[in-house]
């Protein structure tokens, strides 16, 4: 029998609910699930180390038996090969995350023309919600309790107390 494994890339700066639910719903569909963080991030500087976020993820994806948690750096279609995946799962919220998400699949088809991407929509109520958004809205004072786990609420209350 064959085993699907599937990456699911990110920066996750912080991971949030749509994060989880894509997680929950991949799982699902996949043998085994690696959620991988990227260590080497053009974003600029994160809120969260890599470290603090696999900590935060590996807590959130526990109650799930086959997704694990790893770090990586470099090419995503060279990590996959590593990891022997045959898939990358990505979220699409809205059509306005489409054309980048296209640019990726399509350059990862380039590179590695036998992994594939999987789209999958998170759930209606996360179509807005992203990690730039609710480290926005937290240091503007804004509620995004319901929009993160209980442990990244925590944390993100513990970085403001410490700065
Ligand atoms: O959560 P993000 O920041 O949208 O995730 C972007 C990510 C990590 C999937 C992407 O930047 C990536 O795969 N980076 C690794 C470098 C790489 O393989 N680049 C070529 C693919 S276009």
């Known amino acids: 029998m064959q085993t699907v494994t599937a990456i699911y890339p990110g920066t996750f700066d912080p991971l949030t609910n749509g994060h989880l639910d894509l997680i929950a719903r991949g799982s699902k ?11 080497n991030s ?18 959130a994806v526990a109650p799930f038996d086959n997704v694990s948690v790893l770090t990586f750096n470099g090419l995503l279609v060279d990590f996959a090969r590593q990891q022997g995946a045959k898939a990358v799962l990505r979220g699409i919220r809205a059509i306005s995350d489409y054309e980048y998400e296209f640019q990726m699949a399509m350059m990862n088809r380039k590179l590695d023309p036998e992994l594939e991407t999987l789209f999958m929509m998170p759930a209606e109520k996360y179509t807005y919600v992203s990690s730039r958004l609710i480290k926005g809205v937290f240091q503007l004072g804004g509620d ?16 403001t107390a410490a700065e």
């Open 29 to 39: 569909i996949v043998d085994k699930l690696v959620v991988a963080i990227l260590r």
């Open 42 to 59: 053009e974003k600029g500087t994160p809120l969260f180390t890599v470290e603090e976020r696999r900590e935060m993820i590996t807590e």
């Open 144 to 159: 995004v309790s319901s929009l993160v786990p209980p442990l990244v609420m925590d944390r993100l209350k513990a970085k």
